[in-house]
């Protein structure tokens, strides 16, 4: 599948050393002590469809490859459709083959016919069977500018015979018949065998906006294409790899039916550009039998065989297909996936990419906007950076980015309508690659938080992703959460609030403390009328007072509708009977909401912190069966 780089959460965090909590994965540029700009992100990939690491999760937890693709591919139906496949494709798929390359690009590579088996060659007009030898297609020089070039000039020969000398090729379409038991070799002389194929012909096809050449793999049954399919490991389980082939079938076809309504003269590419196929050398017995068990099957919407897209990884959450890809499309749409951690049995993300970062000096985020050579991008030196119109996979293609800098504030649309419109993206990609042991970022997608405070590695930095996207918080400054700060009684009431969605409230409240027009007023008085609370004293809330832990566990169980708790043998010694936070605690343990403050100890009268309670609300966010039967669920809850 085409892979953009994506994450789906990232922080950046503007820092001056000794304030950095968040450490650098990679090779950073930043010496010590330089400001830095550090970027946390999740996924490998464009994120649309299925997470390939989602469906190993997902298969390895007991799911189908049915369940997998359906969840994946919102409001599809797996059928078999053989016979419209038959007629569509009619002798086979046509394969766009690309000139083998591993990290740079050969300055030859041939395709010969193995074994001495004879092949006949036509070249226009003109045909010569019989030969004595395998033809060799030998590859000669670029002949197209694209960032990705695939359109060269070949020569071809047999032996020492130029059939057709280099760079004559063009124009005209060349023909190698493979016979049976034949193969055809695909090679790199620096790097060996890039592709070896046991079906199909090969063709030389003009292509006449450069005036080059470029190889197509023609007549290759489907079966037999999806068999060296190269997109997740042989080793994977049965309905990971059953799943990845149905989904590279209907791909192929739905791809088939496009390219061939515009004329085009291939049906796919063998790269990422749709979908790797690498032909004999990446078959495999798991493989092979995937394919076999699911002969037919593809995934339909509508009754049409529809482009199912899919990615590495998508970092927790799924992209609708117009937050990469422009164009809406109802079966892609943007919705959490926890498995594409794909957890070991011991709970640790089998998924490299889950989670990353990558950490840069602010001088030269700085100089690479400076020398951004699409659009004038310098804004002196970099302040901070931050990003609205975000979707909820976090992705940021269509995003309004705002950087600050000495010289100016700019705002500029990474909009993927635009060829440079990942201006900001763009310019650290281009300045990183031009820098001397940089890490290049690996996303588009920026989902900005800008607290310097909270670091991947802290027991919090989910719940305040997730409070982000939320919009339950804004923080305490523009780059600050405060994580260790002890929480008001009036934040609190607001996080409460903004979490049921904010229900409306009677105005005044009944507190007689309760500044009107305050962030917290319709907070509290919304938590006095649904009884959450009754204030430190009939007529006062006390809203600057610290929350202690035992009363905000009171707050939440009150919100959840008072659920009766099963589960009464807790561990806490500090939770004693018949107080008034006592079954709050014991319903906050039963489902998980809590782990204490100690093995044995709650600490119900400590001061709560703000990360406490971005963890507590986190956590009652991912346990529906929590609230009782009658409590109408938040809408940001999750899976």
Known sequence: MIRQFLARCIVISLLAAPLAVVSASGTANAQSGDPVITIVGGGWGHGVGMSQYGALGRAEAGHTAEEILTFYF???????????????????????????????????????????????????????????????????????????????????????????????????????????????????????????????????????????????????????????????????????????????????????????????????????????????????????????????????????????????????????????????????????????????????????????????????????????PHADMDVGTVQSVSFSDVPPSGRIDNALVTIVGTKRTLEVRDSSDDPYGFRFYWALVLGCRATTGCDEPLTTNFLITSFFDVGVDDFFFDPVLWMVQNDLTTGVAPNEFAPDRAISRAEVATFVWRFADEPSATLPGPFVDVTAGSFYESAVAWMAGADITTGTKPDTFSPGDTVTRGQAATFLWRYAGKPLPTVLGISFTDVEDEKFYTAAVHWMVEWGITTGTSPTTFSPDDPLTRGQIATFLWRLAGVPDAFAPLIVLPSSMRP
Request: with cysteine; net charge negative.
């Open 74 to 372: 919102d409001g599809t139906t797996v059928e078999d459709r053989t016979a419209e496949l038959d007629a569509l494709l009619g002798t086979g798929l046509r394969i766009r083959l690309s000139p083998p390359f591993n990290g740079t690009r050969p300055s030859s590579a041939t395709a010969t016919g193995q074994d001495g088996a004879l092949l006949s060659v036509e070249i226009g007009s003109t045909s010569i069977t019989d030969l004595a030898g395998s033809v060799t297609l030998t590859l000669g020089e670029v002949v197209d500018s694209v960032p990705e070039p695939d359109v060269y000039a070949w020569s071809v020969r047999n032996g020492d015979d130029e059939l057709c000398p280099a760079n004559s090729c063009t124009g005209t379409v060349g023909r190698v018949l493979r016979p049976a038991g034949a193969e055809i070799l695909i090679s790199d002389p620096v790097h060996g065998a890039h592709g070896i194929h046991d079906t199909g012909n090969v063709e030389l096809v003009p292509q006449s906006s450069t005036g080059g050449v470029f190889v197509v793999l023609a007549d290759v049954p489907m079966d037999e294409y999806l068999q060296g399919i190269a997109e997740v490991p042989s080793s994977w389980p049965e309905e990971t790899l059953k799943a990845q082939t149905i989904a590279a079938r209907s791909y192929a076809a739905a791809k088939a039916v496009t390219r061939r309504a515009a004329n085009f003269s291939f049906d796919v590419y063998d790269s990422v550009q749709d979908q790797v196929y690498g032909g004999v050398i990446k078959e495999s017995p798991a493989q092979t039998a995937a394919v076999a068990a699911t002969t037919g099957q593809v995934v339909v919407y509508q009754d049409t065989i529809v482009r199912t897209f899919y990615t590495s990884s998508n970092g927790g959450y799924t992209a609708a297909s117009e937050d990469s890809f422009v164009t809406a499309e109802p079966f892609h749409i943007a919705k959490p996936d926890p498995f594409d951690a794909a957890l070991d049995q011991d709970g640790v993300p089998q998924n490299p990419n889950y989670r990353w970062e990558h950490t840069y000096s602010i001088d030269d985020v700085s100089r690479w906007l400076t020398d951004y």
